[in-house]
């Protein structure tokens, strides 16, 4: 299949890009700056462009058959609206161009998931450090849910860079109310490319963790 990673050149969307040439798919990797994209393959191609410019996104979106967004930045102590203003600019280019699945990464925690991250985070890390940050994924989650596309948001626990293990709990009902539960990254690359065509969680968001 032809996928386009937004958010390539963070944490998840380097997992993305290289779990999904490992599978076989033609990757195009978004960068607002293309040489972050150390990886070369004959079947990935790098497209420079900001999530925030409608222009270059509608020429990333352009003749993909699903879009992988692990989009995130680290203005986590003031307001923004980066997650949720990029996300719309996405959405919309993917309907003008009839592309219809989209995988959307964005955290326990967000949403109906509020407090499966634990005390710490329920307590502390989220309402005093990255509160903005979560206010903006919660938005980001709502333009997904209407934006009548074929959508599965994926909601990992604390992120780790540990080694791919292949075996995790997905589901709506992952977390836990008391203690930090965590993925690594690889893991979730792998969840998010295991839903681009499975329909066990369309129109839903699944937690990911260990």
Known sequence: MRILVIGATGGTGKELVKHALDLGHMVTALA?????????????????????????????VKGQDAVLSALGHKRWIIPSSILSQGTRIVVDAMKRLGVKRLICETSLGVGNSRGRLGLYYTLFVIPVIVFFYFRDKKKQEEIVRQSGLDWVIVRPGRLTNGRKRGTYRHGPDVGNYLWTVSISRA??????????????????????AY
């Open 187 to 208: 893991d979730v690359a792998e969840f998010m490319l295991h839903q681009i065509e499975n329909d066990e969680y369309l129109h839903q968001a699944a937690g990911v």
């Open 32 to 60: 607002r700056n293309p040489v972050e994209v150390t990886l070369k393959h004959e079947r990935l191609s790098v497209v420079q462009g900001n999530v925030l410019d409608p222009v270059s996104i509608e020429v990333a």
